[in-house]
């Protein structure tokens, strides 16, 4: 399944995104946690600026 997305993603306009992951620390447990999202290539420092 996961081969399917990753040859989709490499041609055509999916080359244009990015598949962002960012880890944040959890203020009530103090554990980690991380959201992914697949981004544009123009939206890659808005995604990891915002909190």
Same mark, same amino acid.
């Given at each position: 399944?996961? #081969?399917? $997305?990753?040859?989709?993603?490499? =041609?055509?306009?999916?080359?244009?995104?990015?598949?962002? &992951?960012?880890? =944040?620390?959890?203020?009530?447990? /103090?554990?980690?946690?991380?959201? @992914? @999202? &697949? $981004?544009?290539?123009?939206? &890659? #420092?808005?995604?990891? /600026? #915002?909190?």
């Amino acid at each position: 399944m996961a #081969k399917k $997305v990753v040859a989709a993603l490499k =041609t055509g306009t999916g080359k244009a995104f990015t598949k962002c &992951i960012k880890m =944040t620390k959890s203020d009530k447990t /103090g554990a980690y946690q991380f959201k @992914e @999202e &697949i $981004v544009h290539n123009d939206h &890659i #420092k808005d995604f990891f /600026g #915002k909190k």
